[in-house]
């Protein structure tokens, strides 16, 4: 059984900032595929960033500049650093960890509301 539980979360003012941690899967963390979601009201739940076991980062075009995805693999944790927040980035925001075709964990989310 698998848990990811997302941390993090609140209101904030536009232009404002937040860190959104998740902790993972511990035994096979560095060999997974990490990634952030989020979705708004009468949305669909969108790709907003992610990070393999390599390092390597993927970000949505509306975020781009704005969040960075890290992980740290010491204390099996992935993060999503969101600056310059904007009220389009008002949602509920999931952790996913994937390995593979078959292995695939969604946190239960954390809710960012980005308000004046």
């Known amino acids: 059984q698998v848990q990811l539980v997302e941390s993090g979360g609140g209101l904030v003012q536009p232009g404002g900032s937040l860190r959104l941690s998740c902790g993972a899967s511990?035994?096979?963390?560095?060999?997974?595929?990490m990634g952030w979601y989020r979705q708004a009201p009468g949305k669909q739940r969108e790709l907003v960033a992610q990070?393999?076991?390599?390092?390597?980062?993927n970000y949505a075009d509306s975020v781009k500049g704005r969040f960075t995805i890290s992980r740290d693999d010491a204390k099996v944790t992935v993060y999503l650093q969101m600056n310059s927040l904007i009220p389009e980035d008002t949602a509920v925001y999931y952790c996913?960890?994937?390995?593979?075709?078959?292995?695939?964990?969604w946190g239960q989310g954390t809710q960012v509301t980005v308000s004046s």
């Open positions: 990070i393999d076991s390599d390092g390597i980062t």
């Open positions: 511990g035994s096979i963390f560095r060999r997974s595929l």
């Open positions: 996913r960890q994937q390995w593979g075709s078959a292995y695939d964990y």
